[in-house]
């Protein structure tokens, strides 16, 4: 048999093979997937302790993304298959009811605040009041300053209304490193790859970012308030709706503060 | 390591050169052999993606399969699931953005093939199924297998246009490539170390292996 | 009716008006320069390529037919080729190649019959060699085998000796000759070269820019060419212009006047007194006096004149005469050496030739 006849059965036999395992697989079946939660980046940690609380409680699994609310937002308009969504603003969520997305104008979970962090190594400082900052701007000790992006995630905006606050804003303008989400602000920022930046609290404090930096919490009423909103959306199945609840039992919210969240019922 | 993503990596890959497989010998094989009119411009529309910036592909595919399109509604409506943020919508995007990668090394293969040997094919009254069969793709072979290994390493690779399209959906939509990124955002350094390496040696291997064939078509022929 | 039918017409893209027929077991040359069509009339018959206008036909069964809109693809007329680059399958034995035109027979009785036909071209033993192991020569052997198994209504060479050094060529050559004698389908030769056509053919069709303006026997062509474009592409170099003065039927000539000077060529009335002709004296009938006997006037046609150019190749001395009554009109001819060399023949010599009346032949005017 020519060479081409014996390599052409072999690679059919394959991937034959191949498509019949992947076909196969545990991924393939939808009906009983795990119901897919859209977090903002702010809840990285949090989010994914609460989620082993529940599964090891209720024996029930979610499939958590992360990532700028604002573009979940969008993404959800356009048709993607979350059955919840944490927004880190409740403008977006309240926005999405308005439109029919949701069901209801969902629940506050959560209220957060933002902090400067520094990493190990850097020439500034972790000062609150953004004095230091200030000063690295005009001594030329700052090269590069991590922030969300303000146009679509909610911790990105209250920096750039804490630096606007502070008139530092149109100086450190060309210097800022724009994160994708909170999240990949403070990877920036904890990396050495920029100076310090202004990101979440609660990413703050999650323990891989503290053994390389150090932070300060940042006056609230230099922005305007982080009201964490939840919703359930039109598609929502049981699980979701369980885990929904779960986020407002006493369990659950003192993992949220534990993350530096203020929860409600707590004075927020 | 992300077992899931991986599973999904490469049941996309496979799936892609699945489908690309036949379409890339039909179409390889109609630019090989036919002058038409408007055929450069058919080269040209194949040859896009190489050079689309991945973003702009990903926004084109968007407005073409979202939940506003008439694709995506028509989706919607048969499937009861949207195009986009699914597994079947990357499915389609990959096979579009990989048309390059599994058409041009296919016509390559078939363009060398000497037009004479061609015509002595029929002329051994061979049908052109036959022909097809026992002449045309045992020398245009190099050329495909390259084009399929090209393809499955590829899709592998994709990043933007599975992102914009797909979202980070795990078990979806969450391939290695989007795994990797979501894992460093995570501060996940060991299990984006683990991928990335992973990803590498497939990388290496299919560069070995796509020198080692395009040798191939030289001697074959020679 | 048995054997090859061909008829051909088109303007565009490759100008075709071709007609001819081939009977079996005759051997048609196909001859013409580069770009004459030929290999195209060849795909036009073996159904590779599809002309406008036409018809083909082997033993009674339309191939083609543009009138009735038939056209059978290659794999369905009973065609061998042999292609001008053998066209080998690159990835198969020789066997297998062979094997590759055996459809028609059942699997087990191919490699037994693939083996005959190799060894019929004198190949025996070379069947598990790819094409890339074998020599140019032996190739063509099997690009012949394969065209052969297929037991071809036609058989078609294109250009088969181009691309084989001479040695090689001559023993195909007589290869060649000796298959004929076992091949009863018509067989059409495509060639450039006017020596090997004259060799190997039974008859020759000779063509410029896809159109037949000749055919028939070697010796009838290269004689008796139709035309003035006929001569020149057969290379006949000596082509000139006369007028016909007058006919003598008792004397059985035809008087011919070539640039003042009088000739006597063979009788042929057809030809109307004043008539302007083309006329050809082929090389074996332009004769060299012998410089040391004066001559007596008792020759044909005698042509003073002064010799220009001697060039010796083997044997044979190629010579230029400038005529004295019009030196811009030069004979050329051969002559064995030692007749050169016996009357001292050299640039700047005065000698006289004989154009022998039987080889003066008479064709229309050139355009």
């Known amino acids: 048999m020519g060479h081409f006849a014996q390599s052409a059965r072999a690679l059919v036999r394959l991937a034959g093979l191949l498509l019949l395992a992947l076909a196969a697989s545990p991924a393939a079946a939808q009906a009983d997937a795990p119901p897919v939660v859209a977090a903002a980046s702010d809840l990285q940690v949090a989010l994914v302790e609460i989620a082993a609380a529940f599964t090891g409680e209720t024996g029930r699994s979610v499939r958590l993304v992360t990532g700028s609310s604002g573009n979940f937002s969008r993404q959800i308009r356009q048709g993607a298959p979350f059955q919840l969504f944490l927004s880190a603003d409740e403008d977006y969520v309240r926005d999405l009811a308005r439109d029919g997305f949701t069901r209801g104008e969902g629940a506050l979970y959560a209220v957060g605040r933002v902090a400067i962090v520094v990493p190990g190594g850097s020439p500034l400082v972790a000062d609150g009041t953004l004095d230091d900052l200030k000063a690295a701007l005009a001594d030329g000790r700052l090269v590069k300053f991590a922030i969300a992006n303000p146009e679509h995630a909610p911790y990105g905006r209250r920096a750039e209304e804490v630096l606007r606050h502070r008139g530092l804003w149109d100086a450190i303008r060309p210097k800022l490193v724009i994160g994708e989400n909170v999240s990949q602000a403070a990877q920036f920022a904890a990396s050495g790859n920029a100076q310090g930046g202004i990101v979440a609290y609660s990413l703050a404090l999650a323990p891989q970012l503290a053994v390389r930096s150090t932070f300060a919490l940042i006056p609230e009423d230099w922005h305007s308030p982080l009201r964490q909103r939840m919703v359930l959306l039109r598609n929502a199945g049981p699980v979701a709706e369980a885990f929904y609840d779960y986020l407002r039992t006493p369990a659950a919210r003192a993992i949220l503060a534990r993350n530096g969240f203020a929860v409600p019922g707590e004075g927020g | 390591m992300d077992w899931t993503a991986l599973e999904l990596s490469l049941r996309l890959g496979v799936f892609t050169v699945a489908v690309l497989l036949p379409v890339g010998i039909a179409l390889g094989r109609v630019l090989a052999y036919r002058d038409f009119p408007g055929k450069s411009l058919a080269e040209a529309a194949v040859a896009l993606p190489l050079v689309l910036p991945p973003t702009v592909f990903g926004y084109y595919l968007l407005v073409a399969f979202g939940a506003a399109s008439p694709l995506g509604q028509f989706w919607q409506a048969a499937f009861g699931r949207p195009l986009v943020f699914t597994f079947e919508g990357l499915l389609l995007a990959s096979i579009v953005f990989n048309l390059p990668f599994a058409i041009q090394p296919m016509q390559r293969g078939f363009e060398a093939i000497p037009p004479e040997v061609r015509a002595a094919a029929g002329c051994c009254g061979m049908s052109p199924w036959q022909a097809l069969l026992k002449v045309e793709l045992p020398l245009a072979w190099p050329g495909i297998l390259t084009a399929m290994v090209l393809t499955f390493a590829h899709t592998l690779g994709e990043f933007g246009i599975v992102l914009m399209v797909g979202g980070s959906i795990p078990g979806e939509t969450r391939t290695v490539a989007v795994a990797i990124y979501d894992r460093v955002q995570a501060f996940d350094d060991a299990s984006a170390n683990a991928m990335s390496a992973l990803l590498l040696a497939i990388s290496l291997a299919v560069i070995a292996l796509t020198f080692a064939f395009s040798r191939r078509v030289g001697r074959r022929l020679g | ?367």
């Open chain 3, 1 to 367: 009716m048995a054997g090859l039918e061909v008829e051909l017409r088109q303007e565009a893209p490759i100008p075709l008006d071709a007609a001819f027929a081939c009977a079996p077991g005759e051997v048609l040359a196909l001859v013409g320069p580069s770009g004459s069509g030929k290999t195209t009339i060849l795909g036009a018959i073996a159904g590779t390529y599809r002309p406008r206008e036409g018809r083909v036909a082997v033993n009674g069964d339309t191939w083609f037919d543009a009138g009735a809109g038939t056209f059978l693809p290659p794999h369905r007329r009973a065609v061998g080729m042999v292609f001008q680059t053998y066209a080998l399958f690159p990835h198969m034995t020789a066997s297998g190649n062979v094997m590759a035109a055996l459809g028609h027979l059942p699997p087990g009785l191919r490699p037994g019959r693939a083996a005959e036909l190799l060894a019929r071209v004198h190949l025996a033993g070379l069947e598990q060699r790819r094409p890339a192991a074998l020599s140019g020569g032996q190739q063509q052997r099997v690009a012949l085998a394969r065209a052969l198994a297929r037991e071809p209504a036609v058989l078609l060479l294109d250009e088969p000796f181009s691309a084989v050094d001479k040695a090689t060529r001559l023993r195909l050559y007589r290869e060649i000759a000796e298959l004929r004698a076992e091949l009863d389908m018509p067989v059409v030769l495509v060639t450039h070269d006017l020596d090997e056509a004259a060799m190997l053919a039974d008859r020759l069709a000779v063509l410029h820019r896809g159109r037949t303006l000749q055919t028939g026997t070697p010796e009838e062509v290269v004689t008796r060419p139709a035309s003035a474009e006929v001569a020149r592409l057969i290379d006949q170099r000596n082509v000139f212009d006369g007028q016909v003065i007058g006919h003598d039927a008792v004397r059985a000539v035809t008087m011919l006047d070539w640039a003042g000077h009088r000739l006597e060529a063979a009788f042929n009335p057809a030809w109307s007194q004043g008539s302007a002709v083309s006329w050809i004296a082929p090389d074996g009938f332009v004769v060299l006096h012998r410089r040391d006997r004066p001559s007596r006037g008792e020759h044909e046609n005698p042509v003073p004149g002064v010799i220009e150019t001697v060039l010796a190749i083997g044997q044979t001395a190629h010579l230029t005469l400038r005529p004295d009554h019009d030196p811009r009109l030069p004979l050329h001819f051969s002559v064995p050496l030692h007749v050169a060399r016996r009357n001292a023949v050299a640039p700047g010599v005065a000698a006289t030739v004989s154009l022998l009346a039987e080889g003066i032949h008479l064709m229309p005017p050139a355009a």
